[in-house]
């Protein structure tokens, strides 16, 4: 297996495990990390996400597959399956991740989902009926980027 190969099962296995600390180690300083929620955040701000994912999750069970990369770019599938807290609804997020590497770490990293689909499940009927709206998205952004800016590690 390709060490930028590894390098993403040790992210996914730390995940797993709650170790935000051990997926954070796998990330270049600089890292840069899009997804649907949280958009564009970069070093520090991309880590914390990872921090306040991991402590905030409580039932929270990673299953990644289709692992593949060479020296420069890489590739996953992961689903997450969690009970979204501010709803206590059961979510199953389905995710295509992407990669770049520099120096033996991971300094771009773009996860890909349908957010109306997670919506669906994480809103429940809100969602089914308006989470395809860009105001109601609009909003699950804001409530995750306030969320992120009162999390202390």
């Given at each position: 297996m390709h060490p930028n190969a590894e390098l993403i099962q040790r992210f996914y296995a730390a995940f797993a495990q709650r170790d935000s600390a051990a997926m954070n180690a796998c990330y270049a300083p600089d890292v840069e990390f899009h997804d649907p929620v949280f958009q564009t955040l970069r070093g520090d701000d991309a880590r914390r996400m990872w921090s306040m994912l991991c402590a905030r999750?409580?039932?929270l069970k990673i299953v990644v597959s289709g692992i593949e990369a060479d020296d420069r770019l890489g590739r996953a599938r992961w689903v997450a399956t969690y009970t979204f807290a501010a709803t206590g609804h059961h979510v199953e997020n389905r995710i295509d991740a992407s990669f770049g590497f520099k120096d033996g770490k991971i300094a771009k990293h773009q996860d890909r989902?349908?957010?109306?689909?997670?919506?669906?499940?994480a809103l429940?009927?809100?969602?089914?009926?308006?989470?395809?709206?860009?105001?109601?998205?609009?909003?699950v952004r804001k409530q995750a980027a306030q969320g992120l800016r009162a999390f202390k590690d």
């Open positions: 999750a409580k039932d989902f349908d957010l109306y689909r997670w919506a669906r499940q429940g009927l809100k969602g089914l009926l308006l989470g395809w709206l860009p105001p109601v998205q609009a909003a």
